[in-house]
T-cell receptor, first 115, second 111 residues
């Protein structure tokens, strides 16, 4: 079975540019999560969706960050405008249900570098 | 704020030895999960233990949970070089469904 698919795997861009990260969750999973991982702050939950509806976006750092889930098989995380401090690895994960007793399945991440 | 803190931050052992990692957390939980992350990859779920369980096994993995001390341990027996990875605990809080990940333990297993 295909796991969570993220694209691109790597992105290098200049500050001020718009960045769009993409995620395809595991088919049949109802919940989707976006995380950011840095050495300084570890793994942080940015936002999560249940049945395509955003449930909690309290982890989104600034208004420059936005996330959408137009359908059950696709989500985007957008940063506009990007800044060097946004450099991190961004992970998408999905689970069969949003309850915390469900394991989350992670993609391999997008390594983002903002110059 | 981080819920889980792993200890040690880094651990180096020889193949065949056992590896023990600890996780401490701050608030009461419904369950606790352990994940592995290989370099350059996403996290992989290993095992989940519920708050009313004290011990759980999966292959060479053994997880314990002590809710009175707010701590958990992950034991990998007879380690292999392929076990080299970072290991994270993840907890929830009783009034939320979000997982909060700890800081991780970097395990290096030398052949």
């Amino acid at each position: 079975d295909a796991g969570v698919i993220q694209s691109p795997r790597h992105e290098v861009t200049e500050m001020g540019q718009e960045v769009t990260l993409r995620c395809k969750p595991i088919s049949g999973h109802n919940s989707l999560f976006w995380y950011r991982q840095t050495m300084m702050r570890g793994l942080e939950l940015l936002i999560y969706f249940n049945n395509n509806v955003p449930i909690d976006d309290s982890g989104m750092p600034e208004d420059r960050f936005s996330a959408k889930m137009p359908n059950a098989s696709f989500s985007t995380l957008k940063i506009q405008p990007s800044e060097p401090r946004d450099s991190a690895v961004y992970f998408c994960a999905s689970s069969s249900f949003w309850n915390s007793n469900q394991p989350q399945h992670f993609g391999d991440g997008t390594r983002l570098s903002i110059l | 704020s981080q819920q889980g803190e792993e200890d040690p931050q880094a651990l180096s052992i020889q193949e065949g030895e056992n590896a023990t990692m600890n996780c401490s957390y701050k608030t009461s939980i419904n369950n606790l999960q352990w994940y592995r992350q290989n370099s350059g990859r996403g996290l992989v779920h290993l095992i989940l233990i519920r708050s009313n369980e004290r011990e759980k096994h999966s292959g060479r993995l053994r997880v314990t949970l002590d809710t009175s001390k707010k701590s958990s341990s992950l034991l990998i027996t007879a380690s292999r070089a392929a076990d080299t990875a970072s290991y994270f605990c993840a907890t929830d809080a009783k009034n939320t469904d979000k997982l909060i990940f700890g800081t991780g333990t970097r395990l290096q297993v030398f052949p």
